[in-house]
């Protein structure tokens, strides 16, 4: 776990405003993962990827977009068109896909 | 795509009981059946996993069972702790995870 970073802890967004929540990971995982987290609820999977210069929509993407240009970094960035952004937002990474996958300290995005 | 259930949604239990928590699933294909343990405001972190080719796993305390053939698998704690209460998610999948709701433990000393 103490290998996957996310940046900041709390992010506070505008409305209209587009932010970008960061996710490094230094374990040399093939694959990431964004996943966003509601008060009383499980996770629900937003994008993934699992090489670099790809990525999926998970059950979520409407909203957000992605990009995955180096292995180590898969940032996150929530437009203005995600009409409830408010949320726990947890990066995870995995040596490859359907290993186990290890979680980074979490985002917290508030609206103001 | 999967759809999960996770019973019980909140457990208490006494210092030293056991306890059980079960997830169904729908997905015959999945084949990855974790579970993990969120406290609050904190990480998820990997408590115990189990693949399809095998019934059962335990580590210490903590075990996990999996039915294939009904699409169940549970999680088993004995000699539960004040440390153990949490909320715990089962997160069955094949190349991605579909998480449960969660299961709110709690253990009274």
């Known amino acids: 776990d103490g290998g996957i970073t996310q940046s900041p802890k709390y992010l506070f967004r505008k409305e209209g405003q587009n932010v970008t929540l960061s996710c490094e990971q230094n374990?040399?995982?093939?694959?990431m993962y964004w996943y966003r987290q509601d008060p009383g609820q499980g996770l629900r999977l937003i994008y993934y990827?699992?090489?670099?210069?790809?990525?999926q929509k998970g059950d979520i993407a409407e909203g957000y977009s992605v990009s995955r240009e180096k292995k180590e970094s898969f940032p996150l960035t929530v437009t203005s068109a995600q009409k409830n952004p408010t949320a726990f937002y947890l990066c995870?990474?995995?040596?490859?896909?359907?290993?186990?996958?290890?979680f980074g300290p979490g985002t917290r995005l508030l609206v103001l | 795509g999967e759809n999960v259930e996770q019973h019980p949604s909140t457990l208490s239990v006494q210092e030293g009981d056991s306890a059980v928590i079960k997830c169904t699933y729908s997905?015959?294909?999945?084949?990855?059946f974790p579970w993990y343990k969120q406290e609050l405001g904190k990480r998820p972190q990997l408590i115990i996993d189990?693949?399809?080719?095998?019934g059962e796993k335990k580590d210490q305390r903590i075990a996990v069972t999996l039915n294939k053939t009904a699409k169940h698998f549970s999680l088993h704690i004995t000699e539960t702790q004040p440390e153990d209460s949490a909320v715990y998610f089962c997160?069955?999948?094949?190349?991605?995870?579909?998480f449960g709701k969660g299961t709110m433990l709690l253990v009274s000393p």
């Open positions: 995870a990474s995995s040596r490859a896909e359907r290993e186990t996958q290890y």
């Open positions: 374990l040399n995982h093939d694959a």
């Open positions: 990827s699992q090489i670099v210069n790809d990525f």
């Open positions: 997905d015959s294909a999945s084949n990855y």
């Open positions: 189990i693949r399809s080719n095998v």
């Open positions: 997160a069955p999948g094949y190349s991605t995870l579909t």
